[in-house]
Nanobody
Framework: QVQLVESGGGLVQPGGSLRLSCTTSRSTLDNYAIGWFRQFANERREAVGCIIRRDDSTIYAESVEGRFTISRDKDKNTVYLQMTNLKPEDTATYHC??????????????WGQGTQVIVQS
């Protein structure tokens, strides 16, 4: 089974920073790219970014590029989403997911349960 567990969400003021974690297994990181997504209160889902399988290359949505950074620590079986200069419109539930298409179009077969981020004063 493939399992992904997000953590690190919480309440943060505008302009602040937060780091989310997506913890899984070493085999999952070896076999899949990992994508980050967010689901807003209106239930719309937006792709945030993706980190390439067995590679540190990343891609980002226009809405977060320059503010968010995806990285991977293979020793900890964890992919991180470092978020800076947070804005109220970043408020959402953030999910990580496996990408069998290696960030090339999306085959997201496995998802974590999500962690909530609230940005407000």
């Amino acid at each position: 089974q493939v399992q992904l567990v997000e953590s690190g969400g919480g309440l943060v003021q505008p302009g602040g920073s937060l780091r989310l974690s997506c913890t899984t297994s070493r085999s999952t990181l070896d076999n899949y790219a990992i994508g980050w997504f967010r689901q807003f209160a209106n239930e719309r889902r937006e792709a945030v970014g993706c980190i390439i399988r067995r590679d540190d290359s990343t891609i980002y949505a226009e809405s977060v590029e320059g503010r968010f950074t995806i990285s991977r620590d293979k020793d900890k079986n964890t992919v991180y989403l470092q978020m800076t200069n947070l804005k109220p419109e970043d408020t959402a539930t953030y999910h990580c997911a496996t990408d069998g298409d290696n960030c090339s179009g999306g085959r997201y077969d496995y998802w974590g349960q999500g962690t909530q981020v609230i940005v407000q004063s």
